[in-house]
């Protein structure tokens, strides 16, 4: 059996969760939806497959304290922090070179740190299934996620969904990809969701690390000597001088576009354990439990002829009065008042605190 | 010219204005409208007309501190304290009891503390001639308010509008009642709108002391010896225990329903200076200063998508996206959020926490 390890990937800042999120404590480092915070439920969600020791997280400087403090079982030195935030590529290469340095044929599960499934058991299965495929075949792996609704927000991923031959893990239900496709509009996505070959990209990774590490080289050949500056200075006094010099240099690209959709024989597999990236208010509503009126609610409130309402008191009582449909959050020095479908908006609150300069509600 | 004292009932409580208003900080000693608490702009508005040492205020001991903190240049014993509210017939008898002391024929300007004038001047005016009409007659006078809506929460009074020749204050626009009406039902009010001699009951009253206690003394002759046994006591070492047992006894009355009713000879005012008892959140939004979008912000806030919306942030920030027709309300430890024309069910949500007995929000 290969040696696996996980690399969360934990950067976000997450403004759509404002003003829970903030610069010192976004998304993944909050509970947004049950118990535990985001990034300690992905930890949990995969301590069955893969010991602390093996598991790593990708953060920045601001947050790196708070990470640290939320996962106590990981060794320190797993926790590898970014000096600034340039989408997934350089994330996952700059994991890969420690991951390299133990075994270059180890196998990395990259994972964002700000999903949930609910049927964890099924996404183990998948996992380890991922795990044989990405070791034996030396190719990249992926999860798609099974669509459920003609959603915008995602990108997709088309399968080859019929046994050509050349695919020996087709009956374990492991396929080829036949393509990348971009975020769709509203049209192409029902296109996409009626064909029944398409899946979500979920931003989920398998692969030996010696395999990414050499497509990054043939891909990205610039970031790829870039990297490896970083890996001579691994253990050296200047090694954080390197990784600032480096991610100053260093092109801003997403692993997807940089290298999944130019490799070759990248397998997919179909995931169905009732995922959420929880990307927003209105998603938290939508996967919450609710009451007989629709309502839920986290903390102390009393709702009043109400309907539809996420509350979120925090510290404080939140009181509702003849209101439907809202997504209201309230914390020790903000409240959002939001309409249920317009959460995508949150942002213009923050962008607007940023402008005036705002910082302590940042 | 006689004697002018004024006395300011105080003693509500203002469940309507939760989370703002609490036990301690009833709506009358808050900032609700513009600058400066209710109370304090109910004396400043009278101090042209009569002095601070002649302004009484009658309230409670949990809010006496506050009151005495917020109005410094009324002297201490001016506040004066009911162990309990029993309505308005017996707070006026017992201030009564203290103006009759210094001057029997003094002429008693009584206020609720918590209404606004938006034609102050005009408003001095009427209390003026009031004031002259109340010594001159002997009568008892009020001041009733032109009515400018079927407006059902309120009393009405029908003034005798035609010259029959016992009215020698007719030319001055000094009417005589015709009858108190109870607030009415919808169709009514319109009826009383429409009929164009009906005014609103304000509440706020002019008479001689000596005419109201003789008046007292005639309708409700148990509490006026009640009264005299607290008049007996004033000045004694035992006065806190007379007033305490005086008051569980003390049946509580209105004085519009224990006096004013049953009075020959009441004189009535059109009152026409943009009052309002401000008796809700819809009402404060009613009367609010608002943007091209309806909106009326106090405190810090963003609003994105928002119309026709009242908010109050505290210390906190607000930010609203994408929502209509609402009040939201922040206070340190609550939120209220309640859609424009149901804020009258704040009062659930105080209930709410008094059979919860959450006693830190009430």
Same sequence: chains 1, 2.
Avoid at 2 to 8: D, E, F, L, S, T
Avoid at 50 to 65: G, L, W
Avoid at 85 to 93: D, K, M, Y
């Amino acid at each position: 059996m290969p040696n696996v390890y996980a690399v969360i990937m934990a950067g976000g800042v997450g403004t759509r969760f404002w003003p829970r999120s903030r610069e010192k404590s976004p998304k993944q480092l909050l509970e947004i939806v049950g118990k535990g915070t985001m990034i300690q439920n992905t930890v949990n969600r995969i301590s069955d497959l893969i010991e602390p020791k093996n598991i790593m997280v990708v953060t920045n400087k601001i947050q790196k304290p708070m990470v640290t403090k939320q996962l106590p079982n990981l060794p320190e030195e797993n926790i590898i922090t970014e000096p600034i935030g340039r989408n997934t590529a350089p994330c996952i290469g700059l994991a890969g070179l420690f991951v390299r340095r133990i075994d270059p044929e180890a196998v990395m599960v990259v994972l964002p740190a700000d999903h949930i499934m609910q049927d964890e058991e099924e996404f183990r299965r998948l996992l380890r299934l991922a795990t044989w495929v990405a070791y034996e075949s030396g190719k990249l792996v992926t999860v798609g996620i099974q669509p459920t609704r003609p959603e915008t927000g995602y990108g997709y991923i088309q399968v080859i969904d019929e046994d050509d031959g050349k695919n020996p893990y087709f009956q374990k239900g492991v396929f080829k990809v036949k393509t990348f496709a971009e975020k769709p509009n509203v049209e192409t996505a029902k296109v996409f969701l009626e064909s029944g070959d398409f899946v979500w990209n979920s931003g989920m990774f398998i692969w030996r690390v010696d395999a990414i590490m050499r497509e990054i080289e043939t891909h990205l050949p610039e970031m790829y000597q870039e990297l490896l500056k970083i890996d001579d200075a691994i253990g050296a006094e200047d090694y954080d001088n390197v990784v600032e010099t480096t991610y100053k240099i260093i092109r801003g690209i997403s692993i997807d576009y940089g290298v999944m959709e130019k490799a070759k024989d990248v397998y997919v597999l179909r995931g169905n354990f009732g995922w959420s990236d929880v990307g927003s208010w209105d998603e938290v509503y939508r996967i919450a439990g609710k009451d007989e009126n629709g309502n839920s609610v986290t903390g102390q409130a009393f709702l009043h002829n109400t309907k539809n309402t996420l509350v979120y008191s925090g510290t404080k009582i939140v009181a509702t009065v003849g209101v439907d449909d809202l997504i209201i959050i309230s914390t020790d020095d903000a409240v959002l008042v939001c309409k249920q479908g317009q959460s995508q908006d949150v942002k213009e609150a923050v962008d607007y605190l940023r402008r005036k300069q705002k910082v302590d509600y940042l």
